[in-house]
């Protein structure tokens, strides 16, 4: 047993951040720097030749036949809707507990989200509560793979197709995830990927892809991404402006063939941190996340629950002690200020309001070292006043 008051001072990290994109960058610096200067001298900065390559192997590491590359994860979820003619008058069904963009997509359209609860153990959307949502104005349904983990996506596909809807994954914290062997992405009609920096698989700054095997779909969301525009200066259908810039997909490109061992890395920091909580019996103090049946889970958030009211004041000892943490997400979206027009009420979904409350997210990237996540494990034990057992074996076992 250790505890990290008790460690010399030089064996404790000054400061364990939630989050370090540097330290992989470091390591592919060279590699980066090459990729940026190759653009600079071809002069093709939007929708270059790298970005061709990238959204082919991206759809082939997402399992569908088509990639199209576009300027965000918030634009692949508005143009997913675009593409299924979502406007005025039409209901989208997605969970509450979720990034704005998700929701935020559906009503720049014009249309109604319809905000469905979450499954209390996974924080996805309740999928035994989706069909009751259904009226004659549904549209389309977004699942969100939360944290990097799948949706129930077996009966979500069965109900969706006895309605006639689409849908459109929201896969942003979710690439390389499955369910039941297949890859978040080809589950659905269409998947949305975001590569915001601090994603799984990061740009250096904003970049999103859509992934889907309708040759039709694919055609119309190329053509959506540009202007509605074929050939050039000549506008079939109206579109917005969402490419992918090239310096982007260069970056990607780089880092897309160690994306395997990053997910790898996140899993292993997931299964030591089981493990400790379970020997220092911190799990009988707060609800670790749960991975569901044939699931491989990505871990783009570790994610505790800590019930009782002690969530804020834990995060606030672990600030102290320059331990990084976040809140995902503290008001959902039925609850923000723009959406109540909507008219949800106060426990009209308990498991999404009772999340808000609870749950924070712990450091959890492919570099972390043992002595950040021991120390991390030994504050939250010193804030419940438990002696933290970080010794011994260090993994559980998961499906891959």
Known sequence: MSHSRDLPASQ?????????????????????QSALAAV??????????????????????????HGIACASGSDALLLALMAYDVGPGAEVICPSYTFFATASAVTRLGATPVFVDIDADTCNLDVAQLESHITPRTK?????????????????????????LAIIEDACQAIGAKYHGVPAGALGDVGCFSFYPTKNLGAYGDGGLLTTNDDAIADKLRLLRGHGMQPRYYHRIVGINSRLDTM??????????????????????????????RASGLDRLFRLPKVAADRRHVWNQYVVHVDGGRRD????????????????YPVPLHKQECFQYLGYADGSLPNTERAACETLALPIFPELTVAEQ??????????????????????VRRAA
């Open 140 to 164: 389309a349904i977004i699942p969100v793979h939360l944290y990097g983990q799948c949706v129930e996506m077996g009966p979500l596909v069965a109900i969706a197709r006895k309605h006639g």
């Open 12 to 32: 404790r990290p000054a400061s364990v951040p939630l989050f370090d994109i540097s330290r992989q960058h470091a390591a592919l610096d060279e590699q980066i």
């Open 248 to 277: 982007q997909a260069a970056v990607l490109k780089v880092k897309l063939p160690h994306l395997d061992a990053w997910t790898a890395a996140r899993q292993e920091r997931a299964d030591r941190y089981e493990a400790w909580f």
């Open 374 to 395: 021991r120390a991390v494990v030994e504050e939250i034990a010193g804030y419940f006043g438990v002696q933290a057992v970080t010794d011994g074996p260090s993994e």
């Open 313 to 328: 004041s834990l995060r606030e000892y672990l600030a102290a002690r320059k331990v990084g943490t976040e809140i995902y």
């Open 40 to 65: 600079c001298r071809s002069g093709k900065f939007v929708l270059g030749p790298e970005c061709v390559e990238l959204e082919r192997d991206l759809a082939a590491y997402s399992g569908a036949k």
